[in-house]
């Protein structure tokens, strides 16, 4: 599944970056590598942006960036 | 004699690079345009010892690819004024994601020096961090401050005005292991490319393997370019030989 799936909350674990481009090297720059663990601080359908927690510290992204991340949650 | 010298100052957006910049110049700054851009280029001075420092800060940036214009005018800046010295302030509340330029900053062989900011913020999240020791781990000067209290002013401005006049300064000789099934690739990329004589005279040449291997299109056209100018050289040198390697 795919990060914008997951509800406030949540952890999981990031599996895949499909997204390329600058956004997808922005999020490999800010740590989103296969393996990290993120939690899930604030997401409402339709509403932008996702709040994250990743490595302790606080990411918020869009919803079409988050269908770029393939995670499993745990 | 009074000498000059020129350090950049870097870091990731939001770790204080700007208070730390005001700190260490005071009212001494003016702002100019990185050529071409408009994005904006703050410019300091601060006298130490007799001698002239001048800070440039740089663009706030996560990294140094050259995906975004930021990142661009960084890089572009650091590659081609080549400073004395690199200033890289470090948010010690949030150190791992920080890290991940000082290491970029680190395969560019700049001379380095990190000032580990926020050291309030990450002892009172109970984050202990030891300086020295991190120091010893990036062979680098570690300086802890507090950016808004002017805390660590004084030991940075004597530690950079020591890395600037030491004549032996240098950048760390940590090397970035990326395992075995990179490296393999890495290493015969790399003795190909430091046979470029006049790339590997202004770029290291690990850097640019690295670089190219993430396919970024800067570094691509300035090994292409190279490479076609060493060509266009020899086939116009007489003997059809310069001392330029002609190796792949
Ligand atoms: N607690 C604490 N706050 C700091 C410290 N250094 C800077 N700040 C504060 O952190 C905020 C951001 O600082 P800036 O200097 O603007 O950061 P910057 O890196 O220039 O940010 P951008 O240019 O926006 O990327 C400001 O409110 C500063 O007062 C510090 O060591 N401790
Ligand atoms: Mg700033």
Redesign the pocket.
């Known amino acids: 599944m795919t990060l914008d799936e997951l509800r406030v909350g949540q952890e999981a674990r990031i599996v895949d970056i499909t997204l390329s481009g600058a956004i997808g090297q922005r999020l490999l720059d800010m740590g989103f590598v296969e393996g990290t663990c993120v939690k899930i601080v604030r997401n409402a359908p339709l509403i932008d942006p996702i709040d994250l927690l990743v490595r302790g510290y606080h990411v918020s992204i869009r919803h079409a960036e988050a269908k770029g991340v393939e995670v499993e949650p745990l | 004699m009074s000498r000059a010298f020129t350090v950049a100052v870097a ?1 990731q ?8 910049f005001n700190t260490l110049t005071g009212a001494r700054q003016f702002v100019a345009n990185y050529p071409g851009v408009t994005v904006e280029k703050r410019i300091g001075l601060f006298a130490h010892k007799g001698d002239r420092i001048t800070l440039v800060d740089l663009p ?1 940036t996560y990294s140094l690819t050259s995906y975004s214009l930021e990142e661009r005018v960084a890089r572009d800046f650091l590659l081609d004024e080549s400073p004395d010295l690199v200033l890289n ?1 470090v948010d010690a509340s949030n150190l791992e994601r920080n890290l991940y330029l000082t290491f970029q900053l680190v395969e560019m062989e700049f001379p380095l020096i990190v000032a580990l ?5 990450a002892n009172g999240r109970g984050i202990d961090i030891d300086p020295s020791r991190l120091s010893d781990e990036l062979q680098v000067p570690v300086i802890p ?5 002017g805390k660590g002013k004084r030991e940075l401005r004597e530690a950079i005005w020591a890395m600037c006049v030491d004549k032996e300064n240098h950048g760390s000789w940590v090397r970035v292991d990326y395992g075995e099934a990179l490296e393999s690739v890495i290493a015969p990329l790399e003795v190909k490319l430091s046979r470029q004589a006049h790339l590997a005279s202004h770029f290291p040449a690990r850097w640019l393997a690295v670089k190219l291997l993430e396919d970024d299109p800067e570094v691509r056209k300035l090994v292409t370019g190279a490479v076609a100018e060493r060509d266009y050289r020899l086939s116009h040198s007489e003997q059809g030989k310069d001392s330029i390697d002609a190796g792949e």
Do not use: A, F, Q, V
């Not at chain 2, 770790?15 to 730390?20: E, I, M, V, Y």
């Not at chain 2, 401050?145 to 209290?149: L, Y």
């Open positions: 870091g957006p939001n770790c204080g690079k700007s208070t730390l706030g302030i900011n926020m050291m309030d913020i401050t507090i950016g808004n209290r």
